[in-house]
């Protein structure tokens, strides 16, 4: 399992669930693969009760479902379910961006540009993990910027569920230029309040993530955490 220190103002069912969540994200946690309380909580030298509460914020998370009586399982949705949750994804960043536009103050403008320039920065040597971790920061902070309560709860409930297949569209190297670029695309829009290119910019960008992954099973490659499965479309 990914070992890492992490920052010391986590509690200790944070410190594990982001051990956990870098180890399913890296791919030494698979989908379907079961997390057993007793080997697990001795492995990571903890007791089952922070542990528990461990899992529940990766349940919160769309990274580990919870079963009644039986050990968790990391989370296997399938290429359908996949598919649909990027393009609901895609519609409310497109809106969060046109009220962005509208909505946003200064300072979280300013936000979003040091979270591109942050990208930029590390592309070339950051962990993968560390490098989605901002580009989702990115995201967030657009869609807060909307000033709109409700799409952004929406959004955070929808990215939970897409928070491996975004890790994985993140982390293919040689798309990270193109994320870049978009990203770059956006802010500046952003600072012009230009809604139009802001929201058509993000929509391109999550229909990108669509496209990459529907295209790795349709040539019948394994996507490492996205194994094809029996209900999937042509």
């Given at each position: 399992m990914t070992d890492m220190k992490p920052p010391a103002y986590q509690t200790l069912p944070e410190q594990i669930a982001d051990r956990l969540r870098r180890a399913i994200l890296h791919g030494d946690l698979h989908p379907g693969?079961?997390?057993?309380?007793?080997?697990?909580s001795t492995e990571l030298g903890v007791s089952r009760t922070p542990l528990r509460e461990a899992l529940r914020i990766?349940?919160?998370?769309?990274?580990?479902?919870?079963?009644?009586?039986?050990s968790p399982v990391v989370a296997n949705p399938s290429l359908r379910e996949i598919r649909d949750l990027f393009a609901v994804q895609a519609a409310l960043e497109a809106l969060a961006g046109e009220q962005a536009c509208l909505n946003a103050t200064e300072d979280?403008?300013?936000?979003?540009?040091t979270l591109h320039e942050?990208?930029?920065?590390i592309s070339d040597r950051a962990d993968p993990v560390d490098f989605f971790t901002t580009d989702m920061a990115f995201h967030r902070a657009i869609v807060s910027a909307s000033g709109n309560q409700p799409l952004t709860e929406?959004?955070?409930?929808?990215?939970?569920r897409l928070w491996r297949a975004r890790f994985l569209t993140s982390s293919v190297i040689k798309d990270r230029e193109r994320v870049l670029a978009q990203h770059g695309e956006v802010a500046e829009a952003l600072m012009r309040r230009d809604g139009t290119t802001v929201s058509a910019t993000l929509r391109d960008h999550l229909d990108h993530g669509i496209r990459n992954i529907?295209?790795?099973?349709r040539r019948g490659m394994r996507v490492p955490g996205l194994e094809p499965r029996g209900d999937e479309p042509d």
């Open positions: 693969a079961t997390i057993p309380e007793r080997e697990t990766l349940a919160n998370e769309g990274l580990v479902s919870i079963r009644p009586a039986r979280q403008i300013a936000e979003v540009e942050r990208m930029v920065e929406t959004h955070t409930q929808y990215n939970a529907t295209a790795s099973y």
